[in-house]
């Protein structure tokens, strides 16, 4: 039931009221004029001609003195106006109220409240333990120490065995710490460093090499899958953009208070979001659910069918060099690239090319082929999507025969394609060179193909899987945040916008330079540094790398044959997670025991649909990556840094309600208002003119009388119209019919009296005492 707001109930109360003033002067005279004769005073007419001349009934009845015809024009102007303006006031008396509301708005200056951690009651909440005192610690591998710190290598020998004890110092140096604490800080209390990141879920593990014997060792168990919530929200440690992709690190703090109406404020948050291109490989896998589908959950009449991206293959061939991707690559090129080498190397497996791609001569294929994919070595389904970094998984590999992959393509051979658009691998040198790009293949989500629902699954019917390459990489950049908090509690928390920051000069960003370690060795340290940073820190031990950008792609690898590490000796700052989340994004499959969510839609039928709309088209299935590498990222990791401690004062925009108007319903009441003013004007002028005024306004009052004229007429009184004449004239009787008007001689008689009318004369002098 929708309901009403105050000025609208302050519009129907006005309306009732109009209605009651039409209607009241209306039914009075009809009461009235039961109980009245033919025959009264000459007084009584006259009060009774005022009575009912002042209603609406000599309008609505067409009566004489409603008559438009031989009447002067300024009288017949000064009634319709009169009646217009009457009608105007009426309808600005309902219109005018209907545009008040009350509005909650912002304050116009901040106000400076106390600040306090506030707890959620979702499943990060619960699922979130306590924070770790474990220092913050790394390795560099067991031959040579991290740099600022050291490492002691006794060995003894014993005959021809020499057995050696290694030892080494795992505490990340303060110095190199400072830097990119005091880097972020100085973008404010709200900006987290790279030490200001944590995995959400940990246990201690042990260490016997190094000095401290201990560290904080990641585990990850996924608590709750947000990828169809499709908003930003806040969560325990995170700020997750379930729109675009991204994760925000923040510790949640808020008015400790609960302000009546809320605040408002603006935080500029670090946030890692992950980047992805996609390109179509313009053929897809086509197959048949079975007669019985409770009987097994697999397909029949499995074949490949082109449509175009084979029969139509580019030339010439891209480069097969490995580029050294630094700060600035094509995400999109890389991943054509990739889908050129699979799709060429899916044309030399079924014998539709030569293997040499530098001498293409044939391409024994027509667009709509299909080729059979039989004892293919990957599972498909019709209810999940799968993603792998395996190029060419499709195919089987193991097969090499005269008619099916005579040329002996391998795994090998796809994984050359892998490597050319990712561009990093766990050898490559712990730089700022070395940004992270992933890529994989995609099997988007089975959509019917004969125009049913593909929310059925009806026996025997036909199914289609499109096919994409994607390249991803994970950058970080600061976002600002406004937010919005009424009520108590992390729920209470909204995110009102999301935007990146803007900066009068781009930021430094800042990377370990550790050109002769290899990423697999230890991944980099990163951070934020103020534009005019010179030198950020004087230790010679020390390197960095620096690009003035407004964001910086992060350091990693993803490549076929090693996964990211899952933790070694590290801080509790999750440096592996941002590739570690990348490689789970590109490894979708369906739920086999493991702690991670299903990503697949397996188990998700919700989510099955949101991927069937998006793997419709490439920049859907890149979303696809995003947000999933978005969820896995929130499942595993957590910031701790706050905008302000407990209790420490921050200023708040502050909501307040006020009372506001929407001008258009004030149209008839400013119409009135002109009216109004004019009208008091020309009454000014002409009465300054002596052409109106009280005693001219009584004169015509008496002159126009109906008592007054009977009196002349009939009774031939022609004084003034005071108390004598009262007592002469207006108590004689008159009867006044349709045909005539008579007088009676005499005053009113005691049986006429007895008929209510023996208050005439106390009543007519009443009103001349008045």
């Not at 404020?265 to 053929?283: K, R, S």
């Amino acid at each position: 039931m929708t309901s009403l707001t105050v000025a609208e109930a302050s519009g129907l109360i006005a309306a009732g009221v109009f209605i009651l003033q039409l209607l009241l002067p209306l039914s009075l005279p009809l009461i009235l004029i039961a109980f009245l004769t033919d025959e009264n005073s000459i007084i009584s007419w006259n009060v009774l001609a005022r009575f009912l001349h002042s209603t609406l009934w000599p309008s609505i009845l067409g009566s004489s003195t409603a008559a438009v015809s031989g009447v002067q024009k300024r009288l017949t102007i000064s009634g319709h106006a009169q009646t217009i303006i009457l009608g105007v006031v009426s309808i600005a008396s309902i219109v005018t109220p209907l545009g008040l509301y009350d509005s909650i708005e912002p304050a116009g200056s901040p106000t400076p409240v106390p600040f306090a951690y506030i707890k959620g009651t979702s499943a990060f909440s619960y699922g979130t333990p306590d924070r770790s005192d474990a220092p913050f610690t790394r390795n560099c591998g067991l031959q040579q120490a991290c740099p600022g710190t050291s490492l002691n290598k006794t060995c003894h020998q014993q005959g021809l065995l020499e057995n050696c004890t290694v030892v080494y110092d795992s505490l990340i140096p303060e110095q190199l710490a400072d830097v990119f604490r005091d880097g972020a800080s100085a973008f404010g209390p709200s900006v987290s460093s790279v030490f200001d990141m944590q995995y959400r879920t940990f246990f201690n593990g042990t260490d016997q090499y190094s000095v401290l014997g201990w560290y904080a060792k990641p585990s990850y168990r996924s608590l709750q899958v947000l990828i169809l919530d499709e908003k930003v929200e806040a969560v325990e440690g995170l700020i997750v953009d379930m729109v675009d992709g991204g994760i925000g690190f923040r510790n949640h703090t808020a008015p400790a208070k609960a302000l009546k109406y809320g605040s408002t404020w603006d935080e500029d948050i670090l946030f890692i979001q992950p980047e992805t291109q996609c390109v179509p490989l313009n053929f897809s896998i086509e197959f048949q659910l079975p007669p019985v589908l409770e009987m097994s959950v697999d397909v029949v009449n499995l074949v490949l069918k082109d449509h175009g991206g084979l029969s139509n293959l580019a030339q010439p061939r891209p480069s097969i060099s490995v580029p050294v991707n630094g700060q600035e690559f094509d995400l999109r090129q890389r991943a054509w690239t990739a889908a050129w080498y699979n799709n060429f190397l899916t044309l030399a497996y079924f014998n539709a090319t030569d293997p040499d791609p530098t001498n293409i001569t044939r391409l024994d294929i027509t667009p709509g082929q299909t080729f059979k994919l039989q004892n293919a070595n990957f599972t498909l389904g019709y209810r999940n999507i799968k993603t792998t970094i395996s190029l060419g998984e499709y195919l089987n590999l193991r097969l090499s025969n005269a008619t099916v992959n005579p040329h002996n393509i391998t795994q090998k051979d796809f994984d050359l394609a892998t490597t050319i658009c990712g561009g990093t691998t766990s050898s490559s040198p712990s730089t700022i060179t070395s940004a992270l790009i992933g890529c994989g293949l995609v099997y988007g989500a089975a959509n019917r193909t004969d125009g049913v629902s593909p929310l059925r699954t009806d026996p025997n019917s036909p199914w289609s899987i499109p096919l994409y390459i994607c390249a991803s990489a994970v950058r970080a950049s600061l976002k600002t945040v406004s937010f919005r908090y009424n009520g108590t509690g992390l729920d209470a928390l909204s995110i009102t916008s999301l935007s990146q920051k803007t900066y009068p000069s781009p930021p430094l960003w800042a990377v370990e330079d550790l050109p002769d370690r290899t990423l697999e060795e230890v991944q980099p340290l990163w951070g934020i540094l103020p534009a005019n940073t010179t030198s950020p820190t004087t230790n010679p031990a020390i390197n960095l790398s620096t690009i003035a950008s407004t964001s910086l792609y992060l350091p990693g690898y993803i490549d076929p044959t090693t996964t990211p590490s899952r933790g070694s000796p590290q801080s509790p700052s999750p440096q592996a997670k941002t590739s570690q989340s990348l490689y789970r994004a590109l490894s979708i499959n369906r739920p086999a025991g493991q702690p991670f969510a299903d990503y697949a839609g397996w188990t998700s039928l919700a989510l099955y649909a949101k991927w069937q709309t998006l793997s419709i088209t490439a920049a859907g299935a890149a979303k696809i990556l995003d947000l999933v590498w978005t969820d896995f990222a929130a499942n595993a990791m957590v910031g701790t840094r706050a905008v302000a401690e407990d209790n420490q004062v921050r200023p708040v925009t502050v909501f307040q309600r006020r009372i506001r108007y929407r001008l258009p319903y004030a149209v008839p009441g400013i119409v009135i208002l002109a009216a109004t003013l004019g009208i008091v004007a020309g009454l000014v002028v002409l009465g300054c003119m002596r052409r109106t005024g009280i005693r001219r306004l009584k004169g015509l009052l008496e002159q126009t009388a109906v008592g007054r004229v009977l009196g002349l007429v009939l009774a031939g009184q022609e004084e003034e119209m005071g108390k004598d004449w009262v007592k002469k004239v207006g108590g004689k009787r008159v009867r006044i019919t349709e045909g005539e008007i008579t007088v009676q001689e005499g005053l009113l008689s005691a049986e006429t009296k007895s008929d209510g009318h023996e208050n005439d004369i106390a009543e007519a002098e009443d009103i001349e005492n008045s």
